[in-house]
Structures are given as structure tokens and as C-alpha cells.
């Protein structure tokens, strides 16, 4: 059995720190956490689980704090959490499983990161981090920033999922913005790729959109180093052109993620909802049935991902495309499939009475 060492950052986290805590606490051989900076009760709340608190001077570099709580780790594995992260009870077992089972080969192991779920409490946006990290390989974090582990070696695919949920939107975006510019400053003045990427994300955040899309545009035109960041610019820039009521240049975008890697289904099926929202079915369909037959690959990407579109959601798009092309048979199919995942869903659930009964008048 390996051991593991909870490592964490934190600042004023008195609202989200004990539920984080409360679901790992006893699952892990050792809790560092390094407080920032904390004026609230954040450290009174930590003590109640660890008396392994550290002050950490902010220095405007998060990788530097998640650097310093690594080096105060004793055991096999260091694990990270964010104070609003935290387990579910499924979860927690399974992480309890792969503590007994866990071969030390492995360098790293992947999670899945849930930042909404749907009605049935499943996964719908999600991505991935490398959560555990074997000790001796003295990973370290990069960029000041938007912040990650290079990781190398052998990695488990695990499918603990960690799930994300803030009590409170305390993101300070003008902070955001001021470290990545600090950052562009220290790199002689050229924009970095990765710095480009992420302060137009901020741009967004701030409401700078016109400056946000503009940033995004000109990081497109440059070299592609990380594929996934492009393929979110783009992602994020159709958005954009589908409120300011573009259609052209939100295609534009939606296709150009195809550039970067082959087709996914999250935009497969923003493509098919493009053509069925200008009435033009038969291609919607094209598009929803190539998201259900593109799902083997790319499963475990560090990007974005929207389950939906990987799962329910193409069937039920069929299901209305086939039905307004008069091809109710295929139509009550792929809402049959759609039930499947959500079987108490009430839109699904109505139009499979309508289609009953259409078939039932044929």
C-alpha cells in the first residue's frame, strides 16, 4: 500500500476548507497546507485536521506556493486539492482502492475534474489533472499562473473524480491580469503562448470582451505549441460570434478545431446544433451521428470536455432532427438511447409520447 501526502494552498478558505477536508482527511498518511496570507478563520478550521500548517509569503506566483507545500511532503504520493474541491462518498472509496492497489511504477495518476453535473448528478463539464504524484520524481509546478506539472513517465488513468464547487466567485481577475502581465514584462516583452492564451481569458472574465477576442484571434495566428489551448480559443471565439449574432465566423471557428486534432463530439455537436438552428436537418444529422461514432481516442485529454456530447445528447438532438425530416422510426430510437442515460428526463420522456403517438396515427 503507498502513502500519500495532501498538499494544499490556501487563502481565506473558511467557507469551502472543511468540506474539502472532510472527504479526505482519513484517506490520506499526511495534510501540509500552506496559507498564503489567510485574515479569516481558515487556519482555526485547518487545525482541527493537521497541526502541519505553513505561512508562505504571497509573492504573486502560485507555482512557487505549490512548489513550497510539495517540499514539505514525507510520504510515496503527494496529492493536491484546492480548499473548494472535495470528494463524493463513490469517490472516496474508489480513492481508498487504488491507495491498496496503486504499483509504484507509476509516476503520476490522472483524475477526472467535475466542474457541473447534470440533473442526475453525473459529470457534465469536466477535464483532467494529474492528482497523485509520486514523490522521488520531484515534479514541480511551471508558469506564475494558470500554473501545471510537466509530468513524464508512466501514468494510470484512474476515474476518481474530484468535483469542483465554490461556495463563493472570489477569483480576483484584475490580480489575474496584473500577474500575467508581470509575467510578459519578465519574458523581455514577448508574449508568450501560454501567457497569450490565458490573459485573454481574463480579458473575458474582466469584461474586456473586445480586447478578449482580439488577444484570442492573434494567439490563433501564432504557432500552435499546446493543441487543447487552441482548440478552447476557438471554442470560446464561436461563442462570442453565436451572441453577436455571426453565424459565419462562429462556424468558422467550430471547424477550425479540426486544425488541431480530429473531430470531437463536443463540437460535432455544436456544428449539428449550428445547422439545426438555420433548419438545415439532414446536415445536423450528419454531424450528430459522427459525434457518436468519435469517441474513441481522445478520452483522456487534459481539455475541456462537455459529457453531454459524449453521452445522451446527440441521441436526443437525432431525435428531433429525425423527427422534423419525418423519419419517426429513427427518431423514437435515438430518443429510446437518450433514456437510457437520463430515464426520468421530461422533455425525452415527452417527446416519446408524442412520437408514440405520430406512430400510432401512421
Same mark, same amino acid.
Given at each position: &500500500?503507498?502513502?500519500?501526502?495532501?498538499?494544499?494552498?490556501?487563502?481565506?478558505?473558511?467557507?469551502?476548507?472543511? #468540506?474539502?477536508?472532510?472527504?479526505?482527511?482519513?484517506?490520506?498518511?499526511?495534510?501540509?497546507?500552506?496559507?498564503?496570507?489567510?485574515?479569516?478563520?481558515?487556519?482555526?478550521?485547518?487545525?482541527?485536521?493537521?497541526?502541519?500548517?505553513? *505561512?508562505?509569503?504571497?509573492?504573486?506566483?502560485?507555482?512557487?506556493? #505549490?512548489?513550497?507545500?510539495?517540499?514539505?511532503?514525507?510520504?510515496?504520493?503527494?496529492?493536491?486539492?484546492? $480548499?473548494?474541491?472535495?470528494?463524493?462518498?463513490?469517490?472516496?472509496?474508489?480513492?481508498? =482502492?487504488?491507495?491498496?492497489? &496503486? =504499483?509504484?511504477?507509476?509516476?503520476?495518476?490522472? &483524475?477526472?475534474?467535475?466542474?457541473?453535473?447534470?440533473?442526475?448528478?453525473?459529470?457534465?463539464? &469536466?477535464?483532467?489533472?494529474?492528482?497523485?504524484?509520486?514523490?522521488?520524481?520531484?515534479?514541480?509546478?511551471?508558469? %506564475?499562473?494558470?500554473?501545471?506539472?510537466?509530468?513524464?513517465?508512466?501514468?494510470?488513468?484512474?476515474?476518481?473524480?474530484?468535483?469542483?464547487?465554490?461556495?463563493?466567485?472570489?477569483?480576483?481577475?484584475?490580480? +489575474?491580469?496584473?500577474?500575467? #502581465?508581470? $509575467?510578459?514584462?519578465?519574458?523581455?516583452?514577448?508574449?508568450?503562448?501560454?501567457?497569450?492564451?490565458?490573459?485573454?481569458?481574463?480579458?473575458?472574465?474582466?469584461?474586456?470582451?473586445?480586447?478578449?477576442?482580439?488577444?484570442?484571434?492573434?494567439?490563433?495566428?501564432?504557432?500552435?505549441?499546446?493543441?487543447?489551448?487552441?482548440?478552447?480559443?476557438?471554442?470560446?471565439?464561436?461563442?462570442?460570434?453565436?451572441?453577436?449574432?455571426?453565424? *459565419?465566423?462562429?462556424?468558422?471557428?467550430?471547424?477550425?478545431?479540426?486544425?488541431?486534432?480530429?473531430?470531437? %463530439?463536443?463540437?460535432?455537436?455544436?456544428?449539428?446544433?449550428?445547422?439545426?438552428?438555420? =433548419?438545415?436537418?439532414?446536415?445536423?444529422?450528419?454531424?450528430?451521428?459522427? $459525434?457518436?461514432?468519435? =469517441?474513441?481516442?481522445?478520452?483522456?485529454?487534459?481539455?475541456?470536455? +462537455?459529457?453531454?456530447?459524449?453521452?445522451?445528447?446527440?441521441?436526443?438532438?437525432?431525435?428531433?432532427?429525425?423527427?422534423?425530416?419525418?423519419?419517426?422510426?429513427?427518431?423514437?430510437?435515438?430518443?429510446?438511447?437518450?433514456?437510457?442515460?437520463?430515464? *426520468?428526463?421530461?422533455?425525452?420522456?415527452?417527446?416519446?409520447?408524442?412520437?408514440?403517438?405520430? #406512430?400510432?396515427?401512421?
Amino acid at each position: &500500500m503507498i502513502t500519500i501526502s495532501l498538499c494544499m494552498i490556501v487563502k481565506n478558505e473558511e467557507h469551502s476548507i472543511g #468540506r474539502c477536508l472532510d472527504s479526505i482527511h482519513d484517506l490520506v498518511d499526511e495534510i501540509n497546507i500552506v496559507d498564503t496570507g489567510s485574515t479569516d478563520q481558515t487556519k482555526s478550521i485547518v487545525s482541527l485536521y493537521t497541526d502541519r500548517i505553513f *505561512d508562505f509569503e504571497w509573492i504573486e506566483d502560485f507555482s512557487a506556493a #505549490r512548489n513550497f507545500s510539495f517540499e514539505q511532503a514525507t510520504k510515496d504520493y503527494i496529492m493536491w486539492l484546492d $480548499a473548494d474541491d472535495y470528494l463524493f462518498e463513490n469517490d472516496r472509496q474508489a480513492l481508498q =482502492k487504488l491507495k491498496h492497489s &496503486m =504499483k509504484p511504477e507509476f509516476h503520476a495518476v490522472l &483524475m477526472d475534474y467535475v466542474l457541473s453535473r447534470d440533473q442526475t448528478g453525473s459529470a457534465q463539464n &469536466m477535464t483532467r489533472r494529474h492528482r497523485l504524484l509520486k514523490r522521488d520524481c520531484h515534479f514541480r509546478w511551471i508558469y %506564475p499562473i494558470h500554473e501545471y506539472i510537466p509530468v513524464q513517465g508512466p501514468v494510470k488513468i484512474s476515474d476518481i473524480e474530484i468535483s469542483h464547487s465554490p461556495f463563493l466567485e472570489k477569483k480576483d481577475r484584475s490580480r +489575474n491580469i496584473r500577474i500575467l #502581465r508581470q $509575467a510578459i514584462l519578465r519574458d523581455g516583452g514577448q508574449l508568450s503562448r501560454r501567457y497569450h492564451f490565458y490573459l485573454a481569458n481574463e480579458l473575458i472574465g474582466n469584461g474586456q470582451i473586445d480586447e478578449a477576442i482580439a488577444t484570442f484571434e492573434s494567439f490563433l495566428a501564432g504557432e500552435t505549441q499546446y493543441f487543447e489551448d487552441h482548440i478552447a480559443a476557438c471554442g470560446t471565439l464561436s461563442n462570442f460570434y453565436h451572441e453577436r449574432n455571426q453565424p *459565419d465566423k462562429e462556424l468558422q471557428y467550430l471547424l477550425k478545431t479540426f486544425e488541431y486534432t480530429k473531430p470531437r %463530439p463536443d463540437y460535432c455537436c455544436r456544428i449539428g446544433i449550428w445547422f439545426e438552428e438555420h =433548419k438545415a436537418y439532414d446536415k445536423a444529422v450528419f454531424w450528430y451521428e459522427l $459525434a457518436i461514432q468519435v =469517441k474513441s481516442g481522445d478520452e483522456y485529454s487534459l481539455g475541456l470536455i +462537455n459529457k453531454v456530447c459524449w453521452t445522451w445528447g446527440p441521441h436526443a438532438q437525432l431525435a428531433i432532427c429525425f423527427g422534423k425530416l419525418g423519419e419517426l422510426d429513427k427518431a423514437y430510437e435515438h430518443n429510446e438511447i437518450a433514456l437510457t442515460y437520463l430515464p *426520468d428526463e421530461p422533455n425525452l420522456l415527452k417527446n416519446k409520447a408524442q412520437l408514440d403517438a405520430a #406512430r400510432a396515427s401512421l
